[in-house]
């Protein structure tokens, strides 16, 4: 069964900082572009970061930019998402996502497996 896992949401003060991860199972990520994605209620999915399957290329939100860092590990079939000086704004839920081609995209239509979810909260 090909299956996505995040883990590391948190509540965490403004200007904190965490770090995501997604672990593959059942498949294996070399061959996939992964995505990291949020979603707040009532507002579409928005992409977040996107790596290639390489993990030579990455491509960020503008409102994350300097902010958020995400790298892959094919040997773990992992891939993590570091955010630094976080914002209430950034509160959401957080999904990881793989495409099975090696080109990054930041349209969730384009993902074929999705991860549960990890809820990151950003308040004081």
């Known amino acids: 069964q090909l299956q996505l896992a995040e883990s590391g949401g948190d509540l965490v003060q403004p200007g904190g900082s965490l770090t995501l991860s997604c672990v593959a199972s059942?498949?294996?990520?070399?061959?996939?572009?992964i995505g990291w994605f949020r979603q707040v209620p009532g507002k579409e999915r928005e992409g977040v970061s996107c790596?290639?399957?390489?993990?030579?290329?990455?491509k960020y939100l503008d409102s994350v930019k300097g902010r958020f860092t995400t790298s892959k590990d094919n040997a773990k079939n992992s891939v993590y998402l570091q955010m630094h000086s976080l914002k209430p704004e950034d509160t959401a839920v957080y999904y990881c996502?793989?495409?099975?081609?090696?080109?990054?995209?930041?349209?969730?239509?384009?993902?074929?497996?999705w991860g549960q979810g990890t809820q990151v909260t950003v308040s004081s």
């Open positions: 059942g498949f294996t990520l070399d061959y996939y572009a």
């Open positions: 790596i290639s399957a390489s993990g030579t290329r990455t």
């Open positions: 996502a793989a495409r099975s081609s090696s080109v990054t995209s930041g349209s969730p239509a384009d993902y074929d497996y």
